[in-house]
């Protein structure tokens, strides 16, 4: 994923459309979402749906975590020092801003996706799915503040595939 000024680090790219009919097991192990020095950790992340996100603290100090989202239930929860909650997203959507009402320059961003075939990237800006089956993809990529982006791509067997995807 890349920009006009180099790399896109922290993309969410993730397969948007192909994988229609077909389901994936779903990991029981939670994803964290850790508050610390008034940071969300990590700042863009994945998760499945119906896989529990766990948010938690380690500040001490109060955090507000709200959550609005369109396709799934809004949530608005205080949150102590080693507090946490536990929350499971039911519909896929990219992407969902969560933030904290107490510290205006805490947020965090969330994909809700219905498989496993999802990734953040770095600061090379690149992204990778092992195992996706061959077929006939959009990869739809979102990067902070510049919004979503998407392109196709057709996987045959035995072949791998590339696919750039620019923000202009
Ligand atoms: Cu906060």
Redesign the pocket.
Known sequence: VKTPYGPALNAFVYVKSGLEGRSFGVPAEPVVLD?RS?EFIPHVFGVRVGQPLRITSGDPTL??VRCTPFENPEFNETLAMNESRTKVFRAPEVMIEIR?D??PN?KAYVGVVDHPFFAVTGPDGAFEFRGLPPGEYTIGAWAEGRGLRSGRISLRPPETGTLTLVYD
């Open positions: 508050q008034y955090h507000n904290c107490l510290h805490m």
